[in-house]
């Protein structure tokens, strides 16, 4: 069966975002991208909540045209044109959109279907209010967590509004020269 992999930036103090959505503390650079990049370049479907597809959707199908493309635009731009994407939303309809299918009702049905689909893990990009929705339902099968240096005192949480102890196991640990940490953890249901 497929996972869903939360994939997420998150401060130390846990913060995916300032108070008003601010990301702007958030450490990137090419060692990370071309980590990131090996890890989703495996990775066939694509979740987002809807703010964060469309954030995604008004970027990389045409960044890779840009006449600034790094290396990261030209391969993420690739990916996200062929990863079948899945949009969390109460207000888009699929209509006229292609290899994306948007879930608007019977999210615990829908995510489990989808699960049972032949494929690779499912990545969930950012998407807070996504994540907390699947959360609330544990349809999060692990976290793909990545540690910035910095202590927002107050934001948009991670974990937020969770009724039970979720118990998770380390898969890896990696240290960035830019002072980032990365966490994989998978949900263990012990």
């Known amino acids: 069966m497929r996972k869903i992999i939360s994939f997420m930036h998150v401060s130390l103090d846990g913060f995916v975002a300032g108070p008003n959505g601010e990301m702007d503390w958030i450490k990137v650079d090419e060692e990370i991208f071309d980590f990131v990049g090996k890890r989703i370049s495996e990775g066939d479907t694509a979740l987002y909540g809807r703010v964060t597809y469309q954030m995604m959707e008004s970027y990389w199908p045409t960044a890779a045209d840009q006449p600034t493309a790094t290396k990261h635009d030209i391969e993420h731009s690739k990916w996200y044109s062929q990863v079948h994407k899945i ?79 979720v118990n998770l196991k380390l898969l890896s640990t990696r240290q960035f020269t830019s002072g980032v940490t990365e966490l994989n953890y998978i949900v263990d249901s012990q």
């Open 87 to 165: 949009v969390l939303s109460k207000t888009m309809s699929e209509a006229g959109l292609t290899n994306i299918e948007v879930i608007n009702d019977k999210l615990s049905d829908r995510i489990n279907e989808i699960k049972q689909r032949p494929g690779q893990d499912i990545l969930l990009f950012g998407s807070p209010t996504a994540t907390h929705s699947l959360m609330q339902q544990n349809l999060i099968d692990g976290y793909w967590l990545f540690m910035n240096p910095i202590i927002l005192g107050r934001g948009i949480p991670l974990f937020a509004d969770i009724n039970e102890k």
